[in-house]
């Protein structure tokens, strides 16, 4: 049997002012891996919201701290896919209130055969 990576890609609004996005079902779509920036963008870090049932989301956490990376401008910014291992839904929460409505793109794989 061969196997293959299968990447998706689901987009995430954080919405002027706010500084949290909508959710994005990844479940079925393998680990979250990457989020990918917008060519405007007001904070330089984002951390995330996970939940497993759509409706109730908690900080991501790892290893006894939330899950934060460092973020620019038009950027792929990779990330740990162990993190995210088992979450079904994920928000991103930028470190300031966006200046404008932002879509942020969250990349996920997983291995199909």
Do not use: C, H
Not at 40 to 52: D, I, R, V
Not at 74 to 96: C, I
Request: zero cysteines.
């Amino acid at each position: 049997m061969s196997f293959q990576q299968a990447i998706d890609a689901v987009d995430v609004t954080i919405e002027s002012s706010g500084t949290t996005s909508s959710a994005a079902n990844v479940y079925g779509k393998g680990n979250v891996v990457a989020v990918e920036t917008p060519s405007a963008l007001t904070g330089t870090s984002f951390t995330f919201e996970a939940s497993t049932d759509g409706s109730t989301y908690v900080p991501v956490y790892n290893e006894g701290t939330q899950y934060s990376v460092t973020v620019g401008t038009s950027r792929y910014v990779a990330l740990d896919p162990a993190v995210f291992a088992g979450v079904k839904w994920v928000k991103v929460v930028s470190g300031s209130s966006e200046a404008a409505s932002r879509t942020i793109t969250i990349v996920t794989a997983g291995i199909v055969g």
